[in-house]
């Protein structure tokens, strides 16, 4: 049996059974999407960015790694797939027009996607940003499209993404509760002696018998002067009395990750410790206050500046006070439609979610980290994970 016969019999028996939205979502997706493409004169949008793919149709699966692409138009939808991913496409999607191409021969995809791209009008939408496109299939495009103008058709989805559905933030709650759970696990493990990994390990086991799917990242953790270097995770570090343990953690519910930071201290925590960690406290309250519909990006990142203020001279801190998340893959939960951050003019709108990744570190010390994933209300903004926010 080769690919397209195990596709068409997986069709017959297994089509759309994990389909994590009703055909009603993603009818109004579609509608709301090729109104925009009409408004903008594109007649075909290739999609390659994984969680676009998700967004639409459902498309999930682990190995992200491989060209897939997804290509809409005024009529119809177009999935192509490796052969390896027929599967996934079967059950997870209700697309009727899927392509699959030898796993081992990547110069196929050209030739059928310049089929399904081409006829639809004289210009093409591409995401120019994403690193899922590659640039063999969009010299390849060209080369057999010589008439057909691409443009780069990159926030195009992004903008439709950022606002949630009441089906996607139910999403964001399951994984906001597992999140917690695993968190929770995790610091009650903590004692002096242990590793890094140790307390990963928990928090991993309590994230995954929780319910959580493969993360879009895994638990991370990291203890005394490692916890002051951003983007670091476990390796083999032993606890010590007193030490600050950074935890950031993300389950996964339908591909939905709500993270959260907290960080705890193996003994009592210094008067520094408690100065910083109320630091992180009062740029989120700031943040929470500021974002509501109509206010821009840019004047919550000045309210959280205004906060961080009296420490901001002694501290590490990315600039970036918060990030849309939603339907993610690896290697990141970073929805990337949206960020909290000086000359953003982006204004919020209900129904908008972000973490809020407020991590302050003393370099070469310890990093005190703590955060929420939030919705945007009327009034402000309510947390979807649950944090103590407790340092001891």
Known sequence: MDFNAYQNTLAAELKGRECPFPPAEYDLRLERLRARMSADGIGALLLTDPSDLFYLTGYSTFEVSVHVALVVTAGSLTLQVPSIETGPAMITT??????????????????????????????????YWHGSLRQGVVEGLKERLPDTRFVDASGMLKSLR?????????????????????????????QPGMT?????????????????????????????????????NHKRCKVQEGDA????????WQRYTAPMMRTVVAGQPSARMRTVFDGCRRVVDALQAAMVPGRTFDSAARAAEQAMAPLADDVFFSGVFGYTVGAQFPPSWVEGSGFI?????????????FHLPICLRIPGQWGIGCSDTVLVGDTGAEPLTSNPWRLA
């Open 341 to 353: 951050a000086r000359g953003e003019s982006m204004e919020f709108r209900q129904g908008m979610v």
């Open 196 to 232: 890094d990994n140790d307390i990963a390990a928990v928090g991993a086991e309590a994230l995954l018998a929780g319910g959580s799917e493969f993360m879009s990242m895994q638990p991370i953790v990291t203890v005394a002067q490692r916890s002051s270097v951003i983007h670091t």
């Open 94 to 127: 209700r697309v009727d027009n899927v392509i699959g191409y030898r796993w081992e021969g990547i110069g196929d995809v050209l030739d059928p996607l310049a089929q399904a791209v081409g006829g639809h009008g004289s210009t093409v939408g591409i995401d």
């Open 162 to 190: 950022i606002v949630k559905s009441p089906a996607e933030i139910d999403y964001l709650r399951q994984s906001a509760r597992i999140t917690g759970q695993g968190i929770e696990a995790a610091v009650a493990a903590i």
């Open 245 to 252: 343990v950074f935890l950031e953690f993300g389950a996964v």
